[in-house]
């Protein structure tokens, strides 16, 4: 609880679940026929947390997908449960694919960790799609680099969030072409139909509004966008920061070991993100109890094969 109260405090300018509420505003706009967009957003040079929660950050096609969690208490309830869920049960099933039936304590331990980790609570006081996005990102060391099916849930987590999209390249061999099939077919398929809700102008104002964003940097919030901004300035900080983590993506996918490269691909993940709030770094949460889980795994592996021995 204590962590909970810090979290608020740190946020003290928004009010809890405020992704919720910014999501829920533009449902309720694009319903209304209004624009998507804050007007301030499409003008000039502006600071995202000033527009909250008439502005909106994300791609228009996102509004689809939100439809159901808005406007309600069921809504927010039925929001964090699947946020919590996906980010659990991620966790759960990473830790499983390396431990086996020996996965109960050190995923205690897990959830322990979680109760001292504030960007846990911040992501679920300010219920943040980045627990959903974290969950995806541990589903996919659970599920491995054979399966493309990988590509149905990145290509529904880049239309929220873009950053997640990285994760269609996952898969390996064949498995990765079926990835990216499915996640183009998800993320054109929900823009298409989208389309009439939001309207081809929201479209049109969706990369102004965010090249328009200026870096919110301080406050908990410090990325290497900020870090570049300084020598380059605002708007090629942020296209630098793309670029080294494309280059990070790059090192990931040439990586023969898929340990090392789902770390490298989280970083890849991370390194682009201009406003890094304090959930993001459920990645590298992720990243670490998988790094763990590899650990735990290797200290068994002599005793599994002393028992085999032992058998035969």
């Known amino acids: 609880m204590i962590l909970f109260a810090e979290a608020v405090a740190r946020d003290g300018k928004n009010p809890p679940f405020v992704d919720w509420i910014v999501h829920g505003s533009a449902v309720g706009r694009v319903f209304a026929g209004q624009a998507l967009f804050e007007a301030r957003q499409l003008s000039g040079t502006y600071f995202l947390p000033d527009t909250v929660p008439a502005g909106y950050a994300y791609p228009p096609a996102s509004v ?10 069921l809504g927010l309830v039925a929001w964090l449960a699947l946020n919590i869920g996906v980010f659990l049960s991620g966790l759960w099933a990473a830790l499983r694919r390396d431990l086996g039936d020996r996965t109960v304590v050190p995923f205690a ?16 006081i300010s219920a943040n799609a980045n627990l959903a996005n974290a969950g995806v990102y541990a589903w996919c060391w659970a599920i491995g680099r054979a399966e493309g099916r990988i590509g149905l849930v990145a290509g529904l987590a880049a239309i929220v969030k873009v950053f997640p999209g990285a994760l269609v390249l996952w898969p390996t061999g064949r498995a990765r072409r079926e990835s990216l099939v499915l996640a183009i077919g998800v993320a054109v398929g929900l823009t298409v139909v989208s389309l009439p809700l939001v ?20 406050e908990g919030r410090y990325s290497v966008p900020c870090a570049l ?3 380059l300035g605002t708007g090629v900080a942020k296209l630098a920061a793309i670029a080294l983590g494309g280059l990070v993506l790059i090192a990931a996918l040439r990586t ?3 340990r090392l490269a789902f770390v490298l691909f989280g970083v890849a993940m991370l390194v682009p993100v201009p406003d890094m709030h304090p959930h993001y770094w459920l990645i590298a949460y992720v990243a670490a109890v998988v790094l763990i889980g590899g650990l735990l795994a290797s200290r068994r592996r002599p005793d599994d094969q002393a028992t085999q021995t032992s058998v035969h």
Do not use: E, H, K, Y
Request: with cysteine; glycine share 10%.
């Open 109 to 124: 331990f897990v959830l322990l960790g979680l109760m001292f980790f504030l960007p846990f609570a911040s992501g679920v």
């Open 199 to 218: 309207g081809l102008q929201s479209w049109m104002d969706f990369p102004v509004a965010i090249s328009n964003a200026l870096l919110s940097c301080g």
């Open 229 to 231: 901004q300084p020598l």
């Open 256 to 258: 023969r070991n898929d």
């Open 64 to 73: 689809l997908p939100l439809i159901p969690f808005s406007g309600t208490l």
